[in-house]
């Protein structure tokens, strides 16, 4: 009968010990993220949606779908701390996804972050064709709404949630509360915890995390890396200057729907 008290004991000695590691919270580290973007299907709704292209969509889809590949992937790094976090292309990118993106890059492809959650202030870099902008602002909330549904997203249970942002593009999340600042990739934030999975359908884009390496100490996140040298707008300059190159496209809504991919 002991034997079994002492095997017994021993057991729930490894399960809580199990338990306690799985259930440590991270609040500093950095975190790999892979973007990827259905290119053909993007392509496809810019060219129906602008008139100058419209007419000549078959062949353009033809031609396009038979040079590029149907989906382009990058990987971005997010350094973070309880505060803020830095979010930016990977350099280099795995060799998977050189090919394709020295042959064609969407708009927002190149973008990089900053965000200080303790002042509410976010510094980003973006590039739509030859235009880049460093971009100045508040932080704006997300309408979230938590749903029941769970994933395992690099060894992490996550959590649903739906959100609305610019008042009409749906957003589906994926966040973990063992990671705790409210945080992730691009400009999402506001779940109860770390955003690891994402979802933007109408852009036909997915961000997931592949792998996440907490800090033991928490890590120095500044703007230090952001390009002081390249202009820097306002919120409502960079929306005009986008809107303005959207025009170059000839009317209709394909040139709204390519600065999509700036606005997050």
Same mark, same amino acid.
């Given at each position: 009968?002991?034997?079994?008290?002492?095997?017994?004991?021993?057991? =729930?000695?490894?399960?809580?010990?199990? &338990?306690?590691?799985?259930?440590?919270?991270?609040?500093?580290?950095?975190?790999?993220?892979?973007?990827?973007?259905?290119?053909?299907?993007?392509?496809?709704?810019?060219?129906?949606?602008?008139?100058?292209?419209?007419?000549?969509?078959?062949?353009?889809?033809?031609?396009?779908?038979?040079? @590029?590949?149907?989906?382009?992937?990058?990987?971005?790094?997010?350094?973070?701390?309880?505060?803020?976090?830095? @979010?930016?292309?990977?350099?280099?990118?795995?060799?998977?996804?050189?090919? &394709?993106?020295?042959?064609?890059?969407?708009?927002?492809?190149?973008?990089?972050?900053?965000?200080?959650?303790?002042?509410?202030?976010?510094?980003?870099?973006?590039?739509?064709?030859?235009?880049?902008?460093?971009?100045?602002?508040?932080?704006?909330?997300?309408?979230?709404?938590?749903?029941?549904?769970?994933?395992?997203?690099?060894?992490?249970?996550?959590?649903?949630?739906?959100?609305? =942002?610019?008042?009409?593009?749906?957003?589906?999340?994926?966040?973990?509360?063992?990671?705790?600042?409210?945080?992730?990739?691009?400009?999402?934030?506001?779940?109860?915890?770390?955003?690891?999975?994402?979802?933007?359908?109408?852009?036909?884009?997915?961000?997931?995390?592949?792998?996440?390496?907490?800090?033991?100490?928490?890590?120095?996140?500044?703007?230090?890396?952001?390009?002081?040298?390249?202009?820097?707008?306002?919120?409502?300059?960079?929306?005009?200057?986008?809107?303005?190159?959207?025009?170059?496209?000839?009317?209709?809504?394909?040139?709204?729907?390519?600065?999509? &991919?700036?606005?997050?």
């Amino acid at each position: 009968m002991k034997k079994y008290i002492i095997i017994t004991l021993v057991l =729930i000695g490894f399960a809580s010990q199990g &338990f306690s590691q799985n259930a440590r919270f991270i609040t500093s580290g950095k975190i790999v993220f892979e973007r990827r973007t259905q290119i053909q299907k993007t392509v496809q709704e810019f060219v129906e949606l602008t008139p100058m292209m419209k007419n000549q969509s078959e062949q353009i889809m033809q031609m396009f779908n038979g040079k @590029y590949k149907p989906f382009q992937v990058t990987d971005y790094v997010m350094n973070f701390n309880s505060t803020a976090s830095y @979010y930016t292309p990977s350099d280099p990118q795995p060799d998977t996804h050189q090919e &394709f993106d020295r042959m064609f890059n969407m708009p927002g492809q190149d973008n990089s972050v900053f965000t200080n959650y303790s002042d509410q202030k976010r510094l980003s870099t973006k590039g739509i064709f030859n235009t880049t902008l460093n971009i100045s602002d508040s932080i704006e909330p997300i309408r979230w709404r938590i749903m029941d549904e769970t994933r395992d997203i690099a060894g992490f249970e996550c959590r649903r949630a739906n959100g609305l =942002i610019h008042d009409s593009v749906y957003v589906v999340a994926f966040y973990t509360p063992q990671i705790v600042p409210s945080m992730g990739p691009e400009s999402f934030h506001g779940l109860p915890g770390m955003i690891l999975g994402l979802s933007l359908p109408y852009l036909h884009s997915t961000w997931f995390a592949t792998t996440v390496t907490p800090s033991t100490t928490p890590l120095v996140v500044d703007d230090s890396k952001i390009n002081k040298k390249i202009k820097t707008v306002n919120e409502k300059e960079f929306q005009a200057t986008i809107k303005q190159i959207a025009s170059a496209f000839g009317g209709g809504d394909g040139g709204k729907y390519l600065i999509q &991919f700036l606005n997050f």
